[in-house]
Structure formats: C-alpha cells, structure tokens
C-alpha cells in the first residue's frame, strides 16, 4: 500500500473528496477487494444470505449492511440492495443496484446530507461486479457499527441512526423519504462515472 495517502476526514472540505481519497486506499486494499467482491456475489448473484460468514450489522426494507474485512483504518461496509418479504430477511430477494438515477439519487442524498450538516458517513462510493448482461453496484461506506461492536438504533424507515457508543446521530438512510429531487442527482451523479468507481473482477 502507499502510505503515503492518507484518509484524514477532518482535513476534506468536500464530501466527494473524502471518497476520493479513501478511494485510492482502497484501490490498492487486496483484502478489501477480494472480501467486497465476494460479498457482492453471495448477495447479489447467489442469494446466500444465510452464509455464516457475511457480518450483517444492519437493514431497512429495500437494502442489507454488511461489514467488510480490510487493510483500513476506518471500519467499511457495503450497502447493498436487497428487500425483504413480509419484514422477512430471509425470505426476501437480491435487486442489484445499477450505475443508473436511482444509485446517483442516493449518492447525492448523502453529499447532500453533508452539505446540510446531518451527519452522513465520512464517506460514500460505488462498487461493481459483472454481470453477463450488465454491471451489478454496492454503496461502499464507513462502517458506523465498527463492524458490529456497537449498537446503530434505527428502524427501517427512519433516516437516521443513533450510535449507543457516543450517542451520535448520522444519517444513515436516503430510502425513507425518497422522492425525485433533481438536486441529489445532479450532486450524485459524478460518482457512478467508470473512472471514480472500484471496478471488483470476478
């Protein structure tokens, strides 16, 4: 790894520049890597929601959190789509995110939630795997249960979490209140371009 990059949160001005920077850690994190890529075809491809291996430290109705091993410093985890049958995990089925307005609509609920002030995870990026026809996208994002050694209260449906640790609210979820707003697209958009995503080969 290049240590001479660092991911310092208290010295990025911008929201998206955070992720670029923890993007270029990242790039270079073989465990991360392979750990991601798993992941997202247990998930996404083989449905094995049940692999005692996969550390779930979180869920709404549309989506899973999963906390991923890495080479990091800052705890990381992929949020990825998934919704559940009758509040039944278990039951439910894989819908992939897709580089498409849905996914920038949520990348830029967060920056926008940034900008506000609300307290998002230090950062947000996207993940991709392919897939025979198209390509199959995750939320990487900080780990704000420090995979599982803290408590996040948030019900599905709600937009922020509270972390028992240091009673801290984030904002956590950009579902609950989803409406089109043209903003978070325009905002979230610079993010599903090839170039600033982390491309997993299978």
Known sequence: MNNQIKFQPENVSEYFEGWMKMRALLLQDQVFRLNAGQTMRKIYIDNLIDDPALNIVGQGYSHIIISIQSEQDIPIALRLRYHRNDNALREGQPVPYKLDDLLAEQMGAYEKAFLESLNPPR?????????EKDKLACIVTEDLSAQGKTVLLSNPGQVFGLRLSDRLRFFI??????????????????????????????
């Open 123 to 131: 950062f947000v990026g996207v993940l991709t795997i392919p897939d």
């Open 173 to 202: 979820d950009p579902d609950p209140e989803f409406e089109f707003k043209q903003e978070h697209l325009n905002l979230g958009r610079k993010y599903l371009q090839a170039d600033l995503t982390i491309e997993l080969i299978n």
